[in-house]
């Protein structure tokens, strides 16, 4: 098995490469932290199995999916992020992925999910697919999630920040960036979601979780 990390944290990566070769010990595993790096491995390297964190230096937000399997259409895409998957998973796997993995999981699902993935082309966690099953049901499957997969990488994080509460000073110190363009980009996703401020954002995204 041949698997490509593309993650930008050094300490992620390390812990990832851990679990997988505890899984799969013969597993081969090739590492890199931007998304246009993945890009070129893709084209020089056939892979099994991309393990991709989506707030990544380069990322394209739901465009990667197209792009990585314009470039190899029978890979496996695991995505492994931050961003919360109740809100960020569907449109994912809508798009192409194989697998939304939570950063908060435990060693005991990544496990699980590398498994899943590999023996059965799919994984996402038990509250995830109770989205889904609810979503089919009431047929607002694209309905609800559209306007999340117009968001730009930056905008995710931005909106990401501010459901968590954080002031535009302090998610500019985060992402290292001005206020003014902090700013813009709440002006961008209060547009795209239709919102007015972040108390509506909140409440829209808690409300994204319940379909």
């Known amino acids: 098995m041949k698997i490509l990390i593309v993650e930008d944290h050094p300490l992620i990566r390390m812990g990832l490469k851990l679990l997988i070769s505890e899984s799969e010990s013969k597993a081969s595993v090739t590492q890199c932290d931007t998304f246009p790096e993945g890009l070129v491995l893709l084209d020089q390297e056939k892979f099994d199995l991309l393990i991709l964190d989506i707030d990544i230096p380069g990322g394209e937000n739901i465009k990667m999916m197209n792009?990585?399997?314009?470039?190899?259409?029978?890979?496996?895409?695991?995505?492994?992020?931050?961003?919360?998957?109740?809100?960020?998973?569907?449109?994912?796997?809508?798009?192409?992925?194989?697998?939304?993995?939570?950063?908060?999981?435990s060693h005991d699902e990544f496990k699980t999910a590398l498994k899943a993935v590999m023996t059965k082309g799919k994984y996402v966690s038990y509250q995830v697919q109770q989205i889904l099953l609810n979503t089919i049901k009431d047929n607002n499957f694209g309905k609800v999630m559209n306007p999340i997969t117009s968001l730009s990488?930056?905008?995710?994080?931005?909106?990401?920040?501010?459901?968590?509460?954080?002031?535009?000073?302090?998610?500019?110190?985060?992402?290292?960036?001005?206020?003014?363009?902090?700013?813009?980009?709440?002006?961008?996703?209060?547009?795209?979601?239709?919102?007015?401020?972040?108390?509506?954002?909140?409440?829209?995204?808690?409300?994204?979780?319940?379909?």
Request: aromatic share 8%; hydrophobic share 40%; net charge positive.
């Open 67 to 105: 792009m990585i399997r314009s470039k190899q259409p029978d890979i496996i895409i695991l995505i492994h992020s931050g961003y919360d998957e109740q809100v960020y998973a569907l449109p994912y796997i809508k798009a192409g992925a194989n697998g939304f993995l939570s950063k908060q999981a």
């Open 153 to 211: 990488p930056n905008e995710m994080r931005v909106m990401q920040l501010l459901t968590e509460g954080k002031w535009t000073k302090e998610i500019a110190a985060i992402m290292n960036v001005k206020e003014n363009t902090v700013s813009t980009y709440k002006r961008r996703i209060f547009n795209k979601l239709d919102v007015v401020d972040s108390i509506e954002l909140s409440k829209k995204v808690s409300l994204l979780k319940q379909f």
